[in-house]
């Protein structure tokens, strides 16, 4: 089992800039296998749509809307991802889910990124 916390959400101005974070915790086994890890978003009303992942050897994939602006990160020895988003705009306005695939998919909780005025 993989449990994973989000934070760094919250309100921000049009062309700002955010960073989440997600930790992952849970049985030892299921940490040292993780392999994949990243961040999905959605909007009430909408589906669920990838944002961006990462491997644990770095290989890296973003959604196209976001190539350029967002950049995700790992940290293996701490069992952390990290999303930094930049030139935010209101459309990505959503809850912002970590996942993990260890021996299932794991998801967390959400963190509500808004984009306003």
């Known amino acids: 089992q993989v449990q994973l916390v989000e934070s760094g959400g919250g309100l921000v101005q049009p062309g700002g800039s955010l960073r989440l974070s997600c930790a992952a915790s849970?049985?030892?086994?299921?940490?040292?296998?993780?392999?994949?890890m990243g961040w999905y978003r959605q909007v009430p009303g909408k589906e669920r749509e990838f944002v961006s992942s990462?491997?644990?050897?770095?290989?890296?994939n973003y959604a196209d809307s976001v190539k350029g602006r967002f950049t995700i990160s790992r940290d293996n020895a701490k069992n952390m991802v990290y999303l930094q988003m930049n030139s935010l705009n209101p459309e990505e306005t959503a809850v912002y889910y970590c996942?993990?695939?260890?021996?299932?998919?794991?998801w967390g909780q959400g963190t509500q990124v808004t984009i306003s005025s």
């Open positions: 990462i491997t644990s050897g770095g290989s890296t």
């Open positions: 849970g049985s030892i086994f299921s940490i040292n296998v993780i392999n994949v």
């Open positions: 996942y993990a695939v260890s021996c299932g998919t794991y």
